[in-house]
């Protein structure tokens, strides 16, 4: 059973040589990083990337991660990552598809779980705050009055 995608976002990396280890292939770390880069995109489309968070009184940790690692990405190959928000109610959680931009080959998938977490208090938030909330709806209206 698929979850239902609210919103995506993809980037194109092109895999640098820090990230590989010796035989240049991407150490397994730095796809938290890519990740992340796409995740980052992702939040720029609601208007709720870090800054805005932190500017809403909310952190937004991330409480899980998961990745399995499918094929291998290695230095200079361009990567697609795509970001897909598949629930945002109690808590942001982002499903994560690593793909060759060349042969379209799968590489890596995965996801995230964020919670949010009130800055003055440090208190978990068992819902999602209604800020993000009317920005997906306000995200939600407006492609429905451009379609």
Known sequence: MSKEVFLSAEVIIDVPFHDCDPMQVVWHGNYARYFEVARCELLRKISYDYLDMQASGYMWPIVDMRTKFIGSAVFTQKIIVKAELVEY?????INYVICCEETGKKLTKGNTVQVA?????????YVSPEILLNKIKKLNADNHETS
Do not use: G
């Open 89 to 93: 109610e109690s808590r942001l959680k």
């Open 117 to 125: 977490v009130d800055i003055e208090t440090l208190e978990m938030q």
